[in-house]
């Protein structure tokens, strides 16, 4: 073994090592949508002074808050300047926590001057009676503790709070002054203020004497509360003031049993997708499809261990990444097999051809990676919420697909075509066969692109009927981009959509939009809907659906973020698209790029007008499906372009379309056998992943589809057309030599020769 090949063994022994060490002590923190529980996004609205400092002030004050509610494992993350992320495990009923979070909570405690009329702004006590406050003498900063406990006077709870520091003698001086006044009159009583409503409003023991006050840093607050009333009291004053107002902008509350049917449903269609690609593989390829299978065990325990060590937070949609990712790594399987079966074609000695393989593949592999990861980074950049997951998966699946077909699986096919008994029957390798189909489509003429305008007039009928959708039906926008709020309700007994619209407008919720979900509940959404309204939606479908109704999913987006998601969404397709013009450009010309991005922009509408023929709504997990057929769907145009570029050089005399329509059937057995690799994952995660998983999956398979004939009904015609009218001369030759029939030929002369 050389000592490069031995570097390699090292090194990806030392990986495979730190990996399972890694996958065997931790694990990826399971998101929301995986484990069940509430996600809460809160946005600072403070002045044009107010930057990040004040927003990480309201962070450790949220913090406070959070650690009284008792949730297990709680998380407040900041995002952007001006927002924070808290997540709630386990808890089901927002409403408290939201109230508790969002309230600024600017506890303020007064003497009373004396009594006056409510409806001229003075500040009502508790039984309504108005008073009249004097300046603040304490703010929640004086208060070091508080906590509620059981009236050991009368029925309730009360709260205890403690002052610190200058507080207490502030309250004892405070207390001293309030003291001089007879029993019974209002100047007697001292008015502790939340939120500018007088809370409780004591007055002061007999005992206390005038010009004393009150000793030891301390006060109670009574007033009947009820244990949760007081405990939530105590945190809003334990955890002091907000330094500036928040506002409640989104909202997701997932039930655990949504949660756990989403991890068996992904897990189950990722065991069966994975077990058809494996038994594909190794009849299409062999030996080679087992060592590409065993390197894809290797991707799978390094992509594990990766987003492990990284603290990465797995969602659904990661999920979904996690097998796309699965997805790209066989096709730089694929690809590599194909080239070395070409190789051996022109020269039968398999270490060679393995070799070879890796090497002609190169330069296309790399040409996809970069293009996917423009996708995966556009997504973790400009998405938020569980698409930034999806991002961080993908982004790091194909890093590890690379070093998984690039590294483990290129050692381990140098070793097995090395064993004596490969070499004896080479037939065993995969690679030693350039195989039937391939032969047959190489007797093909490849001058079928001789007139371009009629592939691209009969692709531009297809994109405008699958656009008509949008005019017939129209889009069905989700709440993430509406503004609103959509929730997921489950009846004992299944109820249809019709059945469950004329309860709901009964109950007087005419106005909602209701359908049957993919898991069987019944969706209901609505532009204005509250916690009260979500309880009562609950009770009407009780009376129809059994005897009880449960919150599979509750989502509550404001209308500031539902503009700004769209306009992200825009943006990002934008982008994602300019970026790519620009890479492919970069790599190849102007005029190759300019075919393949007019082939996205195609790919993109296609899924788009599916969507609006279906009648299903366009999510945030719907965007990153597009995203991903941009990422995903240009590698066949990606494949079939390196092969243009590899051989117009050799074959300058020769009629550009003639090298394109060779290039294009040489790589036909690649995307088919990728293809069919990638769909069988989806067409599981289609059947089994629920609701979310079966619309990604289908954007996914109409992508891929659509992308691959796209290659040749848009990026090859349109390069053609365009190289035609503005094409320069061809590039030096570069790379092996030209492949097919006339190369084979050559082979067998050598062969016959001796040379």
């Known amino acids: 073994m050389n000592r490069p090949i031995l570097a390699r063994a090292v090194v990806a022994f030392a990986v495979l090592v730190a990996c399972t060490i890694i996958a065997l002590t931790s694990a990826p923190t399971l998101g929301l949508d995986l484990r069940g529980g509430t996600q809460i996004v809160l946005e600072a609205r403070g002045g044009p002074d107010d930057g990040p400092e004040a927003t990480d002030r309201v962070l450790e004050v949220l913090r406070e808050r959070v650690d009284g509610l008792g949730v297990a494992e709680p998380e407040l993350t900041r995002s952007g300047d001006h927002r924070i992320i808290v997540d709630l495990p386990g808890l089901q009923d927002p409403a408290e926590a939201a109230e508790v979070l969002g309230r600024t909570a600017q506890l303020s405690i007064h003497p009373i001057t004396g009594f006056a009329d409510p409806t001229t702004g003075a500040a009502p006590d508790e039984t309504g009676v108005g008073l009249a406050l004097g300046p603040a003498a304490l703010v929640g900063e004086d208060v070091s503790a508080a906590r509620s406990a059981p009236d050991q006077t009368s029925v309730g709870h009360v709260v205890n709070i403690d002052f610190a520091g200058p ?184 270490e060679r051809a393995a070799e070879s393989g890796y090497r002609g593949a190169l330069s296309a592999i790399l040409d996809v990676t970069v293009t996917s990861l423009l996708a995966a980074a556009l997504l973790f950049t ?26 483990l699986s290129r050692l381990l096919t140098l070793w097995t075509v090395r064993l004596p008994v490969v070499r004896r029957h080479p037939a065993w390798s995969g690679i030693a066969s350039i195989g039937p189909v391939r032969r047959r489509l190489e007797q093909r003429d490849p001058g079928f692109l001789d007139r371009p305008g009629r592939w691209l007039a009969a692709s531009a009928a297809v994109v405008a009927v699958a656009l008509a959708g949008m005019a017939v039906h129209g889009l069905d926008p989700g709440v993430e981009f509406t503004g609103g709020r959509s929730v997921d309700i489950t009846t004992t007994v299944p109820v249809d959509a019709d059945t469950a619209r004329e309860a709901l407008a009964e109950a007087g919720y005419d106005a909602v939009v209701v359908r049957t979900t993919g898991d069987g509940a019944i969706g209901v959404r609505g532009a204005a809907l509250d916690d009260a309204d979500v309880v009562a939606l609950r009770d009407a479908l009780v009376g129809i659906g059994g005897v009880d109704a449960q919150v599979l999913q509750d989502e509550l987006i404001g209308p500031s973020l539902g503009a ?192």
Request: aromatic share 6%; glycine share 10%; with cysteine.
């Open 167 to 350: 507080g207490a003698d502030r309250w004892r001086e405070l207390t001293a002054q309030a003291a001089c006044a007879v029993p019974g009159d209002p100047a007697r009583r001292i008015a502790i203020v939340l939120d500018g409503q007088v809370i409780s409003s004591p007055q002061l023991d007999p005992s206390i004497p005038c010009g004393v006050g009150m000793l030891g840093g301390s006060t109670q607050i009574t007033g009947s509360f009820s244990q949760e009333e007081a405990a939530g009291l105590a945190v809003l004053i334990e955890g002091g003031a907000l330094p500036v107002p928040v506002e409640l902008i989104e909202q997701r509350t997932v039930g655990p049993s949504l949660g756990a049917d989403a991890i068996r449903a992904s897990v189950l269609a990722v065991l069966i997708g994975a077990a058809l690609t494996a038994v594909f593989l190794v009849a299409v390829y062999r030996l080679v499809g087992a060592v590409a299978v065993v390197a894809l065990a290797g991707y799978a325990l390094i992509s594990y261990a990766t987003l492990s060590a990284l603290g990465a937070t797995l969602t659904l949609p990661g999920l979904a990444a996690f097998v796309l990712a699965v997805g790209m790594a066989v096709d730089a399987n694929v690809l590599i097999a194909e080239r070395a079966r070409e190789e051996y074609a022109r020269r039968p000695r398999l």
């Open 382 to 407: 400009l998405a938020s919420g569980p698409v930034r997951g999806f991002g961080v998966t993908l982004i790091v699946g194909v890093l590890v697909s690379l070093f998984s077909a690039l590294v």
């Open 564 to 755: 700004e998601l769209t306009r992200g969404a825009l943006i990002a397709l934008g982008v994602a698209l300019a970026a790519q013009l620009a890479y492919l450009a970069l790599r190849f010309r102007w005029t190759f790029s300019t075919g393949a991005v007019a082939a996205l922009a195609a790919n993109a509408a296609v899924v788009v007008g599916v969507f609006a023929w279906t009648g299903r709504t366009l999510d945030s997990v719907f965007v990153a499906a597009l995203l991903t057929v941009i990422g995903y769907s240009v590698n066949d145009s990606v494949v079939v372009f390196d092969r243009v570029r590899t051989e117009w050089g050799a074959r300058a005399r020769e009629p550009f379309h003639r090298i394109v329509g060779s290039a294009i059937l040489a790589t036909v057995p690649r995307t088919v056998n990728t293809g069919l690799s990638t769909l069988l994952i989806l067409g599981a995660l289609l059947v089994l992943g629920g609701e979310t998983l079966s619309d990604f999956a289908l954007a996914l398979i109409v992508g891929i589809v659509v992308g691959t004939l796209s290659t040749v009904t848009i990026a090859a015609p349109l390069t053609i057309a365009l190289e035609r009218r503005h094409g320069g001369a061809p590039p030096a030759r570069r790379g092996p030599r030209p492949t097919g029939k006339a190369a084979r030929t050559r082979s067998g002369q050598n062969m016959r020769t001796g040379r």
